[in-house]
């Protein structure tokens, strides 16, 4: 199993940029494909960005496509999520996670992070 802590969130203005960070713990880190969802009040949780256990293949919701970039670091049990041009739209809970296989669906997840609060003022 892997245990995931999220980190970087905080209030930014629209068109302003953030990094998120997700420390993992766990020998399957470097098996695992790690991802980041987030959930807005109100609304069900939502895929945002994926990557493979070698970082060699990400997906993107269309939503975020051309702002967000996704990457890992195997040798230090981290993904991070780099987030441009951010809107309020943008706000929500951000969760990291991991699983086998595919994670573009929750379904399809084994460990979530405790989730970082991500605002975006207009």
């Known amino acids: 199993q892997v245990q995931l802590v999220e980190s970087g969130g905080g209030l930014v203005q629209a068109g302003g940029s953030l990094r998120l960070s997700c420390a993992a713990s766990?020998?399957?880190?470097?098996?695992?494909?790690m991802g980041w969802f987030r959930q807005a009040p109100g609304k069900e949780r939502e895929f945002v960005a994926a990557s493979t256990w070698s970082g060699g293949s990400t997906y993107y919701a269309d939503s975020v496509k051309g702002r967000f970039t996704i990457s890992r670091d195997n040798a230090k049990n981290t993904v991070y999520l780099q987030m441009n041009s951010l809107k309020p739209e943008d706000t929500a809970v951000y969760y990291c996670?991991?699983?086998?296989?595919?994670?573009?669906?929750?379904?399809?997840?084994?460990?979530w992070g405790q989730g970082t609060q991500v605002t975006v003022s207009s």
């Open positions: 766990g020998r399957t880190f470097s098996s695992y494909a």
């Open positions: 996670a991991a699983g086998p296989g595919s994670i573009q669906r929750a379904s399809r997840v084994v460990s």
